[in-house]
Each structure stands twice: as C-alpha cells, then as structure tokens.
C-alpha cells in the first residue's frame, strides 16, 4: 500500500465552501484545510470549520485546520474611479495627507504613515505584488514622489512593498488581534502569523493565542527580505515557531524571484533541521484557476518542493476562488506521489553526524535509522500525545509510513501536516499493557498497511499521557503473538 507523505494544504473561499465541493476536495486527499483571514466573515470561517470537521470524521479521515492572519500588508487607499492605468515613465505620488477614496491618476491616499520614514530616494516600490514598480525620486514631509519604472493598470487597496523588504509595521494588527481569538474560538490546529520580523513577533502572536485560550501551533510565514537576510535571522524565526511557511508571493518581491529558489531550499533544510514542519506556498497550480490541467512548469514546481523534503505544498486562489479546485487537489496529489518515487527521497543522511539532545529525540531518531536500514520494516507506530515524537521522526527522510497513535483530537489533526505521518485513534490507556503492542499492530492490519511477516517498529514511553516520556522502541513481528 502506498501512502503519499507529502501533505496538501487547500485554502477554503466561495468556490471551495458548498458540503459537496469540500467533501470532494476531501476525499481527493485535503490534509489541512486553510482559513484565509484576510477575506470572509468571522461567520463563513465558523461554517467552514464545522463543516470541515464533520465532513472529516464522515469519511474517517484527519484534516487539521489552519487560520492565516491577515498581518501588516501595507495597501494604497482608494481611488475615485476604483483603477488607473500607469505607463513608464508617469509620475506618481503616494501621500499621508490625500483623501482617502479620492486616489487620482497622479497620486493616491496611503494608510501607513511611516511610509515616508521608511523609505529613501533610489528605493524601489512594489504594488500588486509587483505588477507595477516604481522609484522614489523625491521625498516631502507627507509624500513620496516616485517615477514608474513598470506600469501597468493599479485599483483600490493594492498592497506595497519595498524591494529589498524593510517596512517597519509592527506584525500584528487590531484585526489579527481578533482573528486570534476566533481561532482559539474554533479550536484552530494551526494558526500562521504574516509578515514576522523576528522571534518576539511570534513571541507576541504565542501569548496573545495563550490568552485567548487557544492552542494552536503558530506557522511563522516566512516572506520578509529581513527575515533570510542571515542564518541568524531565518533560525531565530524557526525556533520562535512550531512550524513555518515559505510564502514566495511576498518574499519573492521583496528579494526578488532570482533569489527565491535558492532561499526555499534553504528555508526547507533549515526548518526540517530544527525539527519544525514546513509548507511550501504559492502559486503551484496558478493556471488551474482557470484550466483542468496543471502547466508542465507548475508540475515541476510541486514535485520540486517534494524533492526539497517539504512536509506540504499548498493551494491558494487555485481552491478558494478557481474553476477547479477538486482537479487541482487532485493533481497535487499525483505529482507529490510521483515524485516520491525518486530515490533520493527515501534515505537520510541527516544528521549523521550531530549529538541527540533528548532522550525521546534520540529514541525517535534510532527507530527511522532501524526503519530504512531493515529491509522487512513497512511501519513505524509511535504513541505520542502531542505529535512531538512522529514530529522529529518525520524529519527524516524515509519510505516507511509513520502512524501517530493518539487519544486526543487535537493531535489527531494536527499530524495531518507532517510528512509521511497518518493518524490512527488510540488510547494506550484503554488496552491492557500486555496487550498492547498487539493491538497497535492490529489497527495497521485493519487498515492494510501491513501483512503478516512484515516488521513494525513502535515507540513509546513507560507511563502513557506524558509528552516527552517516550524511552523505548520495539520491534515487533506481524503475525507472530505479540506480547
Ligand atoms: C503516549 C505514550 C507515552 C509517550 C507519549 C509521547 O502518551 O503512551 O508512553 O511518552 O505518547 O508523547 P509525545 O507528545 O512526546 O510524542
Ligand atoms: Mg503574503
């Protein structure tokens, strides 16, 4: 039986809300569903969780859910006539004092009045994720006069950014405040906060979910230039997290798309390293907003992002808003699999050659090491309450499934990110300890995961309901009595 280890992430919107379209993008394979913050109502999300969920457990699968706040992003005001068309060469301002909805075809209203500090003559501007791109050629007390250098057409509320990143707004708004709370609210698995600067942002983004009571790991979006100016910077970001996100939209204006492959390597390698998960994002399957059929350069891409070890790859306008969001799950899914078949994807060398820090850490390690040098080894069972163990297990590159056995709801769903890790319902505190390594390896029997005369590894530690306890691995032969 083949599973597919890389996991898809899927951004609900009008064309992915209806209970038919959800339940076919969830039988096509959906691991995480995401609420986008920065469109809807408080209400839709609170319809699409449940709807979610009881679609999910419907179909006995695990989808975790993941809310994205809105952050930071720095928009022009509006315009009197919604849209302008600027040609090379125009002049343009952008200024703190003009009228809000009255933006004109030489200037336009801007809500961010640190924009004048932050910017210098030379600087060039980004709108519309860089659609049109502008030089700053004159600076006044509340206005930046700027030449346009690509033009093209600009309408009300289009984002900013700088090239080469370094536009100060703080990471989170009154909105993101609020959306926190609605994430605690619905009991969110995951929760990804836009635009971090550094650690103490997403130090600020734990307490805020901590008062709301929310238990949510928190996904840093990794899409400012400061944040991968430095190894400093990019691992301090990481650690601050529970998981990130490569968000190539905004990170590829502001450090330009030459650069962006070679940062979501490294960004990739460096989570995985620090035993954080990883989601690889945007624009993967752009052309199936409008086509059935992915373009050969997007089919590279996701399979690209599979070679990098990314834990998922996710979909945005592409499911929210596309003509074919089902096809493009779908296709996500062939791709991923297609491309796990590569070989270099199922042996590790990582880590080779660094010292364990933690008892769990090291048995975790030693069971993937055993799983891809012992031939007959098909799966690897690992007790875990918080998802910790599967977790560091999974940043191991392997072709052995992981099944993380848990009691609890929210662990269910929130393994459903990590690469090669599956779900199964389990109480180890329900089963009789001598009973135990039987029963376990009687739910991956049900599921067909393996036969008698395979081998299966399980960790666990000596008391159940203790996250960082597990102290031991065994290895297990299906079919004979388990004791
Ligand atoms: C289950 C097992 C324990 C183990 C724990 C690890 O509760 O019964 O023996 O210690 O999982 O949980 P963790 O959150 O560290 O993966
Ligand atoms: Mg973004």
């Given at each position: 039986?083949?599973?597919?280890?890389?996991?898809?992430?899927?951004t609900?919107g009008?064309?992915?809300?209806?209970?038919?379209?959800?339940?076919?993008?969830?039988?096509?394979?959906?691991?995480v569903?995401?609420?986008n913050?920065?469109?809807?109502?408080?209400?839709?999300?609170?319809a699409?969780?449940?709807?979610?969920?009881?679609?999910?457990?419907k179909?006995?699968?695990?989808?975790?859910l993941?809310?994205?706040?809105?952050?930071?992003k720095?928009?022009?005001?509006?315009?009197a006539?919604k849209?302008?068309?600027?040609?090379?060469?125009?002049?343009?301002?952008?200024?703190?004092?003009?009228?809000r909805?009255?933006?004109?075809?030489?200037?336009?209203?801007?809500?961010?009045?640190?924009l004048?500090?932050?910017?210098?003559?030379?600087?060039?501007?980004?709108?519309?994720?860089?659609?049109?791109?502008?030089?700053v050629?004159e600076?006044?007390?509340d206005?930046?006069h700027?030449?346009v250098?690509?033009?093209?057409?600009?309408?009300?509320?289009?984002?900013?950014?700088?090239?080469?990143?370094?536009l100060?707004?703080?990471?989170?708004?009154?909105?993101?405040?609020?959306?926190?709370k609605?994430?605690?609210?619905?009991?969110?698995?995951?929760?990804?906060?836009?635009?971090p600067?550094?650690?103490?942002?997403?130090?600020?983004?734990?307490?805020?979910?901590?008062?709301?009571?929310?238990?949510?790991?928190?996904?840093?979006?990794?899409?400012?230039?400061?944040?991968?100016?430095?190894?400093?910077a990019?691992?301090?970001l990481?650690?601050a997290?529970?998981a990130v996100?490569?968000?190539?939209?905004?990170l590829?204006?502001?450090?330009?798309?030459?650069?962006?492959?070679?940062?979501q390597?490294?960004?990739?390698?460096?989570?995985?390293?620090?035993?954080?998960?990883v989601?690889?994002?945007?624009?993967?399957?752009e052309?199936?907003?409008?086509?059935?059929?992915?373009?050969?350069?997007?089919?590279?891409?996701?399979?690209?992002?599979?070679?990098?070890?990314?834990?998922?790859?996710?979909?945005?306008?592409?499911?929210?808003?596309?003509?074919?969001?089902?096809?493009?799950?779908?296709?996500?899914?062939?791709?991923?699999?297609?491309?796990?078949?590569?070989?270099?994807?199922?042996?590790?060398k990582?880590?080779?050659?660094?010292?364990?820090?933690?008892?769990?850490?090291?048995?975790?390690?030693?069971?993937?090491y055993t799983?891809?040098?012992?031939?007959?080894?098909?799966a690897?069972?690992?007790l875990?309450?918080s998802?910790?163990?599967?977790?560091?297990?999974?940043?191991?590159?392997?072709?052995?499934?992981?099944?993380?056995?848990?009691?609890h709801?929210?662990?269910?769903?929130?393994?459903?990110l990590?690469?090669?890790?599956?779900?199964?319902?389990?109480?180890?505190a329900?089963?009789p300890?001598?009973?135990?390594n039987?029963?376990?390896?009687?739910e991956?029997?049900?599921?067909?995961?393996?036969?008698?005369?395979?081998?299966?590894?399980?960790?666990?530690?000596?008391?159940y309901?203790?996250?960082?306890?597990?102290?031991?691995?065994?290895?297990?032969?299906?079919?004979?009595?388990?004791?």
């Amino acid at each position: 039986m083949t599973f597919r280890r890389t996991k898809i992430v899927a951004t609900l919107g009008p064309a992915s809300s209806s209970p038919e379209r959800l339940e076919q993008l969830i039988l096509a394979g959906l691991d995480v569903a995401r609420l986008n913050f920065s469109h809807g109502t408080p209400d839709e999300h609170r319809a699409r969780a449940r709807l979610v969920r009881e679609l999910a457990a419907k179909h006995g699968r695990f989808v975790a859910l993941l809310g994205d706040l809105q952050g930071p992003k720095i928009r022009i005001a509006k315009f009197a006539d919604k849209r302008i068309e600027l040609a090379v060469g125009d002049r343009f301002r952008f200024s703190v004092t003009h009228p809000r909805d009255a933006g004109t075809q030489e200037v336009v209203g801007i809500d961010y009045p640190d924009l004048i500090k932050d910017c210098s003559v030379g600087d060039e501007l980004l709108l519309d994720d860089g659609r049109v791109v502008m030089r700053v050629e004159e600076k006044t007390a509340d206005e930046l006069h700027c030449v346009v250098l690509i033009g093209g057409p600009l309408s009300d509320h289009k984002g900013i950014n700088r090239r080469g990143g370094g536009l100060t707004a703080p990471a989170l708004t009154a909105k993101d405040k609020a959306d926190i709370k609605l994430a605690a609210e619905l009991e969110l698995d995951y929760l990804a906060v836009s635009f971090p600067r550094d650690a103490a942002d997403m130090q600020l983004a734990r307490r805020l979910r901590d008062e709301a009571g929310g238990t949510a790991w928190l996904v840093a979006k990794i899409e400012r230039a400061e944040a991968v100016a430095d190894d400093e910077a990019l691992d301090g970001l990481i650690r601050a997290s529970d998981a990130v996100m490569v968000a190539r939209g905004d990170l590829g204006v502001e450090i330009g798309d030459a650069e962006l492959v070679g940062i979501q390597k490294k960004i990739i390698q460096h989570a995985r390293r620090l035993n954080k998960a990883v989601i690889t994002a945007t624009q993967m399957m752009e052309s199936m907003i409008h086509s059935p059929m992915p373009t050969r350069a997007e089919v590279s891409d996701v399979a690209n992002a599979v070679l990098d070890s990314t834990d998922a790859v996710m979909l945005s306008a592409e499911s929210a808003a596309g003509e074919y969001p089902v096809e493009a799950v779908q296709a996500m899914a062939r791709i991923c699999l297609g491309a796990e078949r590569y070989p270099a994807n199922t042996r590790s060398k990582h880590r080779m050659g660094e010292q364990f820090k933690r008892c769990d850490e090291s048995i975790a390690l030693a069971a993937m090491y055993t799983a891809n040098h012992f031939p007959g080894v098909k799966a690897i069972i690992s007790l875990t309450e918080s998802g910790y163990t599967p977790l560091i297990m999974s940043r191991i590159r392997s072709s052995v499934p992981i099944f993380a056995y848990s009691p609890h709801r929210e662990t269910q769903a929130r393994v459903a990110l990590f690469r090669g890790v599956y779900t199964v319902p389990f109480d180890p505190a329900a089963v009789p300890p001598e009973k135990l390594n039987q029963a376990a390896v009687d739910e991956l029997l049900k599921l067909g995961a393996v036969e008698p005369g395979d081998w299966v590894i399980l960790t666990k530690g000596d008391s159940y309901n203790t996250t960082g306890g597990t102290n031991g691995m065994k290895i297990l032969h299906v079919g004979e009595p388990l004791v």
